[in-house]
């Protein structure tokens, strides 16, 4: 199994910033690609920023220029730095690892995966 920890959400001024990480853990061989998705109140849940184990990156047309995706691939750890923070970038922000692949009983699993969520509130 692969559990996926956040940190990092707060509550912070319009212009301010943030930094988001999140750690996977477990028996883990690689991970595909690793991302950041948010859902806000009312609204489906939809991507910010995703990395792929080669580094190559792609970000939301809102957050291009404000956001920074980056991964340490041996910590198996995702960062989602984010600057000039608006008051619609409030949301619960989600990591997702995607291939995530595992060995237990000496039987690889690989799978999609999804953190618990941490809040982020802009004000204005």
């Known amino acids: 199994q692969v559990q996926l920890v956040e940190s990092g959400g707060g509550l912070v001024q319009a212009g301010g910033s943030l930094r988001l990480s999140c750690v996977a853990s477990g028996s883990i061989f690689s991970i595909n690609a690793m991302g950041w998705y948010r859902q806000a109140p009312g609204k489906h849940r939809e991507l910010v920023a995703t990395?792929?184990?080669?580094?190559?990156?792609n970000y939301a047309d809102s957050v291009k220029g404000r956001f920074t995706i980056s991964r340490d691939n041996p910590k198996n750890t995702v960062l989602l730095q984010m600057n000039n923070l608006k008051p619609e970038d409030t949301a619960v922000y989600y990591c997702?690892?995607?291939?995530?692949?595992?060995?237990?009983?000496?039987?690889?699993?690989?799978?999609?995966?999804w953190g618990q969520g941490t809040q982020v509130t802009v004000s204005s």
């Open positions: 997702n690892a995607d291939g995530a692949t595992y060995y237990r009983g000496g039987v690889s699993y690989t799978g999609d995966y």
């Open positions: 990395i792929t184990s080669g580094g190559s990156t």
